[in-house]
């Protein structure tokens, strides 16, 4: 009976035993099972994709036309920004980007300018355009970036019928992706580029604050390299001096830093001698709604008014260069810039290290600005066009809301 009771014992302990390691055995399983992956999103309007294999290798920027019988232009709808610039005539010019989702065509196409290759450098993408100034032909020589050009590649465009020359010149997708075939696989996946994405609200906030950090300390670390590399080696007690300068110039900034307090703003209007446009905020939809000369600007073949989530305003300065009144953009100067996004605006200023990173736009703390999801329109104005917009105090903030507004012209 004893040895009987034994056995049972025995038995009843190897169960336990068995159980216990089976249970072990679980939880270390779910200790070691892999993270979930951070979700990917596309970098210039903060919409969420399956995976990084989702979206494209690079962008498309498409130089497009916008003088009278040009407009309206034919699937602008489709671009994920679209920059607009002052050329020569106090005119303007768009510069579409497309990403993530490609029209069967676009046009009318027109000729470059060197500041818009240093758009296209910014984003390292292909670059298409009709035509060029003297300055833009010897830039796009220069292989800074992968280009299409009607003046080279007549046979890739065609030309409308309900358009009057040189307003109708146009490209199908299909032409760009099979000369980038031929040239080079330009879209190839070896040829990917990474885009350091803008700052969305409840989006992307941390990872795009990392990746703004991570290039901030590379072109540092690149700086302080040749500058080492030109002066010999720095001693480890200056770099030691310089850090604690560093680290206590940063914790009196940051003791310093007020609230930025945006303002409510519902429109905005931009004026050059033979250029106007505007943007209504549409508060139920949560979009601007673009407007030229007071009519509703419409995308030709969708036939609906073009819209945006974000208003970015960069303040540049320009220079005549000959005597058709060509201008000189310096991409990289820097300058006063707005945001309007959710019907507010807030101020402050861009930066850009060179013509191979992106444009830094920051509000009066050195913050990024925060863009509402969705897509983004860029007005690039010089000293010859007139930015006007209403400005009120946000109401959690002042008793007297509407008694405090202020005209805004720069």
């Known amino acids: 009976m004893k040895k009987r009771l034994l056995t049972i014992l025995g038995m009843m302990v190897l169960a336990l035993t068995l159980i216990v390691g089976m249970t072990a055995c679980g939880s270390s399983e779910e200790a070691e099972a892999p993270p979930e992956p951070e979700p990917v999103f596309n970098p210039l309007t903060g919409e969420e994709v399956e995976s990084v294999q989702d979206l494209p290798v690079r962008p498309v920027i498409v130089s497009i036309d916008n003088v009278g019988d040009a407009v309206p ?14 050329v020569e005539g106090l005119q303007t ?3 579409a980007v497309f990403y993530t989702k490609h029209p069967e065509f676009v046009g009318p196409v027109r000729s470059t300018r060197p500041y818009f290759v240093d758009l296209t450098r910014e984003y390292q993408g292909v670059f298409v355009a009709y035509g060029w100034s003297p300055d833009a032909k010897k830039y796009l020589h220069e292989k800074h970036v992968p280009w299409i050009n009607g003046m080279v590649h007549t046979d890739l465009f065609y030309r409308v019928h309900d358009k009057a020359a040189p307003h109708n010149a146009y490209i199908k997708w299909e032409e760009i992706e099979k000369h980038a075939s031929k040239s080079g696989d330009w879209f190839s996946e070896d040829k990917r580029k990474e885009i350091r994405p803008f700052r969305f609200a409840g989006v992307n906030e941390e990872q795009a604050d990392k990746a703004l950090a991570d290039e901030i300390a590379e072109l540092e670390a690149e700086k302080q390299a040749e500058e080492q590399a030109e002066e010999g080696a720095t001693t480890e007690e200056t770099t030691v001096a310089e850090t604690q300068a560093s680290e206590t110039t940063e914790t009196q900034a940051e003791e310093k830093k007020e609230p930025v307090k945006p303002k409510l703003c519902d429109a905005v209007k931009f004026d050059y001698s033979y250029s106007h446009c505007s943007f209504e905020y549409d508060a139920e939809k949560g979009n601007y ?5 007071g009519s509703p600007y419409i995308d030709k073949e969708s036939e609906k008014q073009i819209k945006c989530k974000n208003i970015i305003v960069q303040k540049v300065s320009s220079k005549v260069l000959d005597a058709k009144g060509r201008l000189d953009i310096d991409m990289c100067k820097g300058g006063k810039a707005l945001l309007f996004t959710d019907g507010k605006v807030i101020k402050g200023t861009w930066t850009r290290s060179d013509l191979d990173h992106r444009t830094v736009f920051m509000d009066k703390n050195g913050e990024q600005f925060t863009l509402t999801p969705g897509k983004t329109w860029v007005e690039v104005v010089d000293q010859n066009c007139k930015v006007s917009y209403d400005a009120k105090e946000m109401p959690e903030e002042t008793e007297a809301a509407d008694e405090s507004a202020e005209t805004e012209a720069e």
Not at 74 to 82: F, V
Not at 289 to 293: A, H, I, S
């Open 289 to 293: 709604k673009r407007f030229v000369k």
């Open 93 to 95: 010019r768009l510069e």
């Open 73 to 86: 232009q034919s699937n602008l709808s489709y671009a994920d920004m679209i920059y607009e610039f002052p």
